[in-house]
């Protein structure tokens, strides 16, 4: 059997060089020192290649921004999943301080001073102290501050047990693949909200068909990073992994497996529904099978020939509802009257607009997210760095936007069916006009606009400061609309229908932030958006070359969302998608 997680990933080992950086700021160490770590974290998350192999092999020498002491420690590591230097700095601590850095409002200085002061080592104290008025004391904080401080901390509370996809995803095909290798697994899936396609899940279910269940039960709670067997059972067992994940496994026949499948599915409404318009035709639904409820009605014979769960919509009159529509929000009346969309799917995108480079706060130049675009398969790449009021992101100002069009304009001479376009991604400043004149916004090839300061504007403020933007005859698209940072910080207050309105009304591609920290604007709103008639763009916002593959996260939200190649932009060819970059800003012409 191949043991998934058994051995550290890049990603677990850039989380190390991450917190190490996070426990020297704390120590208030020198920034360099405390800057090469996190490069490194960077730099090991990126790599293209096996970097944990590479480090094992002690071959790290001669990979950028990796000196000789992380070389070492990266050796370290991947040799024997422990990092002394790093178990030394945990232990100075208390064992939960590095959760401070999710409060929003929370820097190393902030999180230095309570814990010196008062003690504070976790979330918990954190609470403690803002609510009986110590933190209030401390120089720096104050009534308001302490305010900000326990809201953002009953929203982290909210979503304490929920996990974005980013941390599931690599989980969840480990464990698949460890079940479809299993010698007595005939089919295995995934089910539940993480087959569903959900923005973030509460845990992950697998399900099995075997004749075996006891030995593929007995394997799966061995697997290697699990914490806590919370349940070992014939045909169901639990466990939660080290990282607080809970993973579920059911055991089925060959013959239950499509009724299994789509009972776990979901979503719980999706299959209250099916299950009446079942009873309603005669037949019981449960996750074992679909039996008539006369069983004396012969017409119903046909049911025998259930094996997968397109037979299962079928036997109840319906077209197959993929499962990231199943929500109940008007899937079933839509395949029953055979009007489900065609959904879009990851291999329909021909490139990929808004990413961020080292002109701003992306770690990699223009020449190797080109090359990046190009190795994915991607036929064009748009920049849009930031512009000058993000100055904590290395925002450009004008002159140095115009360099990097230059830039770009003579990569592109080099390029053969592939181009850069040049963007921005312009600061929404806080009365809705643009951190750039329409003049030089104009010699772009496109431009997203964004909100990142002043989220504290009242609804109706926030959202006349948007539809401004939105009415710019430059602005091509709508960044991250509402803002927020999945299981971290809440959206800010705005009035989605009434941009969806005014995004149709100017012309406006609505983005599709495709970051797992953001799948913003929500699946929720993407039908209506479609409806009135706004086009998407699925977005990485990336600040790497692997970042582009953040597309992927993108790509399921967006078939949440009911969309169909037609509606999002980028999944047009090279010599299309110009005319529409232009579509808007030559219409006052
Ligand atoms: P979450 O919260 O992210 O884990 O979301 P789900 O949908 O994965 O929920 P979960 O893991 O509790 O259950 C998996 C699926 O099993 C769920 O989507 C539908 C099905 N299910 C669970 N409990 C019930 C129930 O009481 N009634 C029905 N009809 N279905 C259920
Ligand atoms: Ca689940
Ligand atoms: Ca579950
Ligand atoms: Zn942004």
């Known amino acids: 059997m191949r043991l998934p997680l058994s051995r550290m990933t890049a990603d677990q080992m850039a989380e190390v060089l991450r917190n190490i950086g996070r426990y020297l700021e704390l120590k208030g160490e020198n920034p360099f020192k405390i800057r090469a770590y996190n490069t490194g974290a960077e730099i090991v998350e990126t790599f293209s290649g096996d ?24 050796h370290e590591l991947a040799t024997t999943g422990k990092l ?56 720096g904080f104050g009534e308001k501050t302490t305010a900000k401080l326990l809201e953002a901390l009953s929203f982290l509370e909210s979503h304490a047990h929920e996990f974005r996809q980013d941390q599931v995803a690599p989980i969840a095909d480990d464990i698949l693949g460890m079940l479809q290798g299993h010698p007595d697994v005939s089919r295995a899936s995934v089910a539940g909200s993480w087959r569903r396609g959900k923005e973030t899940v509460h845990d992950l279910d697998f399900l099995v068909a075997t004749r075996n269940a006891a030995s593929v039960m007995e394997d799966f709670v061995q697997m290697p990073l699990i914490k806590q067997v919370l349940g070992q059972g014939e045909t169901k067992s639990s466990v939660l992994l080290e990282s607080g994940l809970q993973c579920d496994l059911r055991a089925v026949t060959n013959e239950q497996f499509p009724f299994a499948l789509q009972y776990f599915t979901g979503s719980k409404e999706h299959n209250v529904a099916i299950r009446q318009r079942a009873l309603s035709r005669g037949y019981s639904l449960n996750e074992y099978g679909l039996k008539p409820v006369d ?27 993929e499962p990231e529509l199943r929500e109940n929000t008007g899937e079933i009346e839509a395949a029953e009257r055979g009007g489900l969309p065609a959904l879009i799917q990851l291999s ?32 064009y790449l748009g920049i849009a760095d930031h512009s000058k009021s993000s100055f904590q992101a290395n925002g450009l100002d004008e002159a140095r936007l115009r360099k990097q069009l230059a830039e770009i304009r003579a990569l ?17 400043l806080k009365d809705g006009s643009l951190d750039f004149d329409d003049d030089l916004l104009s010699e772009l090839d496109y431009v997203v606009a964004s909100v990142h300061n002043s989220f504290t504007l009242p609804e109706a403020e926030m959202t006349k400061r948007i539809i401004r933007a939105i009415e710019n005859p430059y602005v091509t698209m709508l960044g991250h609309v509402t803002g927020r940072l ?3 910080r809440p959206s800010y207050a705005v009035n989605v229908p009434a941009i969806i309105d005014a995004a149709a009304a100017n012309g406006t591609i609505i983005e599709l932030n495709a970051s797992a920290w953001r799948l913003d604007m929500d699946w929720r709103w993407w039908k209506l958006a479609k409806e009135k008639g706004v086009k998407c763009s ?36 090279l010599g299309k998608i110009e005319a529409v970059l232009k579509t808007k800003r030559n219409k006052g012409k």
């Not at 004396?296 to 319906?318: S, W």
């Not at 002109?359 to 223009?366: F, H, N, R, V, Y």
Request: glycine fraction near 8%.
């Open 51 to 74: 970097i944990v192999a590479k480090a094992a092999a002690n071959e790290l020498a001669g990979v950028k921004g990796i000196g000789e002491a992380l070389q070492q420690k990266l």
């Open 295 to 321: 069983e004396t009605n012969h017409k119903h014979n046909a049911l025998e020939a259930v094996t997968d769960e397109a037979d299962i919509y079928r036997a109840l009159e319906l077209d197959y509802i």
């Open 84 to 139: 002394e230097f790093y178990e030394k700095l945990r232990a100075e601590f208390p064992a939960d301080i590095l959760s401070l850095f999710d409060v929003t409002g929370l820097g190393s200085k902030k999180i230095i001073a309570l814990h010196q002061m008062l003690g504070v080592g976790s979330l918990a104290d954190l609470k403690r102290v803002c609510e009986n008025g110590e933190a209030a004391k401390l120089s």
């Open 348 to 379: 329909n995108l021909r490139g990929v607009f808004h990413n961020h480079t080292t002109w701003s706060d992306g770690s990699a130049s223009l020449e190797q997210m080109a090359e990046a675009a190009q190795e994915l398969g991607m036929q």
């Open 538 to 573: 699925i977005n990485p916002d990336a600040h790497s070359p692997r970042g582009l593959q953040d597309v992927f996260y993108g790509a399921r939200i967006a078939r949440k969302g009911w969309l169909t190649k037609a509606d999002v932009v980028n999944c047009l060819p």
């Open 486 to 488: 999945l299981l971290q």
């Open 412 to 428: 592109n001479a080099d390029f053969e069916g592939f181009r850069i376009f040049a963007g921005s991604e312009v600061d929404i």
